[in-house]
Nanobody, 115 residues
Framework: QVQLVESGGGLVQPGGSLRLSCAASGSAFRLYDLGWYRQAPGQQRELVAVITSGGITNYADSVKGRFTISRDNAKNTVYLQMNSLKPEDTAVYYC?????????WGQGTQVTVSS
């Protein structure tokens, strides 16, 4: 069983930055694909960014050029650097660790962008 713990959320003004972290337990972290998702009130959970076990990344159009996903396999951690934040980025952000047959979710961290 893998446990994921997100951190780094909070309140930030428009145009500001935050870095989210998601630390995973277990020894097979490097074999998993990793993703960040978000869910705003009244909305469905949506993909923000993914990074494969091989380091290939993909982003939602709404965050391209502003957000960067990265991973540190030595620390069992995936990051989401968020720059130029907008009010519409406000949501609970979740990390996901997955393979073809396995999915784990973190508990989520709140990001609020407001002046």
């Amino acid at each position: 069983q893998v446990q994921l713990v997100e951190s780094g959320g909070g309140l930030v003004q428009p145009g500001g930055s935050l870095r989210l972290s998601c630390a995973a337990s277990g020894s097979a972290f490097r074999l998993y694909d990793l993703g960040w998702y978000r869910q705003a009130p009244g909305q469905q959970r949506e993909l923000v960014a993914v990074i494969t076990s091989g380091g290939i990344t993909n982003y939602a159009d709404s965050v391209k050029g502003r957000f960067t996903i990265s991973r540190d396999n030595a620390k069992n951690t995936v990051y989401l650097q968020m720059n130029s934040l907008k009010p519409e980025d406000t949501a609970v952000y979740y990390c996901k660790l997955f393979t073809t047959n396995t999915i784990y979710w973190g508990q989520g961290t709140q990001v609020t962008v407001s002046s």
